[in-house]
């Protein structure tokens, strides 16, 4: 069994509560699931519990605001294709989710999960770091910012706290006479690691 319970918040508020009173259990947020499930299935990690944040209201927003860009953690690389602001606004963002995997992994994988791996094959993390995006990290403490360089410790190992979810990724947009480009190195021209 990869799990006993599963749980699914309607909101970021019902999620934290979740995730702040495991009753000694251990408790994983979810929404995507495409990694998080093959490292439940092969052992790599363990989980008692998970929380489903993937149909929350603000972490699905993929927004303006002011000269900064804020996409919600729980948006797919789906969303992440169509967006006609990342288009306009970070499009080696967009060049970085065409590559991750093939269109069922666009479909499902989300952007936070992809941060929250913190494998060193995350697309979508040497594009957030060269935009230098700050996550807003929410708990039952409240939300605190963190920029992504500082984030990760090493090989799958963040600063992500047990009772805390990605909620969103910020980053200045790009103005007009910026650029920017995605490439990925790899064996394979498709679904390389």
């Known amino acids: 069994m990869l799990y006993k319970s599963y749980y699914s918040a309607k909101s970021?508020?019902?999620?934290?509560s979740i995730l702040a009173d495991p009753g000694g259990s251990i408790i994983?947020?979810?929404?995507?699931?495409?990694?998080?499930?093959?490292?439940?299935?092969q052992g790599s990690t363990h989980a008692d519990a998970l929380v489903d944040i993937s149909k929350i209201?603000?972490?699905?927003?993929?927004?303006?605001d002011h000269d900064s860009v804020c996409v919600g953690a729980s948006?797919?690389?789906?969303?992440?294709?169509?967006s006609e602001l990342l288009r306009k606004s970070a499009y080696l963002l967009v060049e970085a989710g065409r590559k991750i995997g093939a269109a069922q992994i666009q479909n499902m994988g989300t952007?936070?999960?992809?941060?929250?791996?913190?494998s060193p094959a995350g697309d979508?993390?040497?594009?957030?770091v060269a935009l230098e995006a700050k996550l807003t990290l929410s708990s039952r403490l409240g939300e605190r910012t963190l920029p992504i360089d500082l984030f990760?410790?090493?090989?799958r190992s963040t600063d992500l706290k047990p009772d805390e979810v990605i909620r969103e990724i910020s980053f200045r947009r790009l103005s007009r006479g910026d650029g920017s480009a995605f490439v990925k190195y790899g064996l394979?021209?498709?679904?390389a690691i």
């Open 12 to 16: 970021l508020a019902e999620a934290i």
């Open 57 to 64: 209201p603000e972490m699905l927003d993929i927004r303006q």
């Open 28 to 41: 994983k947020p979810i929404s995507g699931g495409t990694d998080l499930i093959l490292q439940l299935y």
């Open 124 to 128: 979508t993390i040497p594009c957030l």
């Open 75 to 82: 948006n797919t690389f789906r969303r992440i294709l169509e």
């Open 152 to 155: 990760y410790h090493g090989y």
């Open 111 to 118: 952007i936070g999960g992809n941060i929250a791996n913190a």
């Open 188 to 191: 394979r021209q498709s679904q």
